[in-house]
């Protein structure tokens, strides 16, 4: 353990922890790690979410070895008995102050609280990213005999690095934000049914969707293996790699023009699936051969059990309500449209055929519609709204 004081000359290597967190499955827990050696501390939290509403802050925490103390209990206490004093309200450190306090510094019982856990000096600052997002560095120290206050030099480093973690929280975020929508767009994916495979430049596989493994899985005849898509019909194998390359061979002209081209493949169990292989978008001083560069499409064409699950497995309430029928007009909706006679509709909903041209009758003079064609097209239209 470095010596209280720290200087400034492992400032070089706080900075790259600053800047590798953002890749950190917890997110700079090796800043937070370091910090605590360098600075000689029994912890150092990065709160990357404080709000009254939550129970406990979101937070990265390193702790010394053998630590007895339950921070996340202290947490409690705290917010329940002492956040009406401002000095220990996290919400009271503005973006780029620094500042010490402890027991001296406090109400009488919450400086015997502080005593209580071993707190004899907190060192804590704030750094903001211009979307709002705003997270706390708090470094406690216990007590010690002598006692060793934060120093100067400290202060110096928590400052230098105050413009590096603003930086990184405003990188952070930007990345987050794109993984909710990567992760909104496919599940909206897996929603309709379209499995979507995505190739680096040596065709290999980058990520596929839950739609594709679906496919996949229950398919024979297709398979992922060795991060390639795999096809028992060689012939359909040499055309699925031709078109891979053709979307390799397009995206790597500045100008290229080319909308992908089409393969198909009859699955050993007779369903004919179809599959779409494109260049992806070129992203602007990001390439290379690692880099996402075709996008496999990937759909059941003959058989569609998925939307008539979706549509058969929906609550008939929410068909109803979306369409504004009456729950059992909306339970003959969904059976027409999967491809049920009216006969068959019947019989699956146990009432008479008479009463079923009746029900259907209704739901045509709602919807403004001439018949069950167009009854089909709405519900495809409908079904990826009805979760």
């Known amino acids: 353990m470095q010596a209280p004081g720290a200087s400034l000359t492992v400032l070089p290597e706080l900075i790259g922890l600053v800047y590798e967190g953002l890749n950190e499955a917890t997110p700079w827990f090796g800043l937070a790690e370091r910090l605590r050696h360098v600075l000689a501390a029994r912890n150092v939290t990065v709160t990357l979410h404080h709000s009254d509403d939550c129970p406990s802050d979101l937070q990265v925490m390193s702790v010394e070895e053998n630590n007895e103390t339950d921070w996340l209990l202290a947490e409690r206490v705290h917010r329940e008995r002492f956040s009406h004093i401002e000095l220990v309200d996290p919400e009271s450190v503005l973006p780029g102050d620094v500042i010490v306090f402890g027991p001296a510094d406090v109400e009488p019982d919450c400086a015997a609280f502080m005593a209580s ?3 004899a000096s907190c060192l804590r ?50 990345l987050k934000r794109q993984e909710a929508e990567r992760s909104i767009y496919e599940g909206c994916l897996d929603h309709l049914v379209l ?20 496919i996949i899985d229950k398919r024979q005849g297709i398979e992922l293996s060795h991060r390639r898509v795999q096809l028992q019909d060689r012939t359909v194998q040499r055309a699925l790699e031709k078109a891979i390359a053709n979307a390799l061979a397009s995206r790597a002209q500045p100008s290229g023009q080319h909308r992908g081209e089409l393969v198909r493949l009859h699955a050993q169990d007779g369903v004919l699936l179809g599959m779409l292989a494109a260049p992806a978008p070129r992203v602007e001083y990001y390439q290379g051969r690692h880099v996402p560069s075709v996008i496999l499409y990937l759909s059941e064409l003959t058989e569609n059990l998925a939307m008539q699950q979706a549509l058969n497995g929906s609550p008939a309430e929410l068909i109803a309500q979306l369409l504004d029928l009456t729950r059992q007009e909306a339970r003959l909706a969904a059976l027409l449209s999967s491809g049920r006679t009216i006969s068959e509709a019947a019989g699956q909903m146990g009432i008479a055929v008479t009463a079923a041209r009746n029900y259907s009758k209704n739901i045509y003079a709602k919807l403004g519609i001439k018949g069950q064609t167009d009854l089909v097209r709405i519900l495809c239209k409908s079904f990826a709204l009805l979760r």
């Open 117 to 119: 856990v071993n707190v």
């Open 125 to 174: 600052t704030c750094f903001a990213e211009p979307g709002g997002m705003r997270c706390w560095v708090d470094v406690i120290r216990g007590r010690r005999t002598p006692e060793h206050h934060f120093s100067v030099s400290d202060l110096e480093l928590i400052r230098a690095l105050l413009p590096h973690l603003t930086r990184a929280i405003g990188l952070y975020a930007r």
């Open 195 to 214: 499995g979507c495979l995505l190739l680096d430049g040596d065709g290999q596989l980058l990520c596929v969707n839950h739609a594709a493994r679906a």
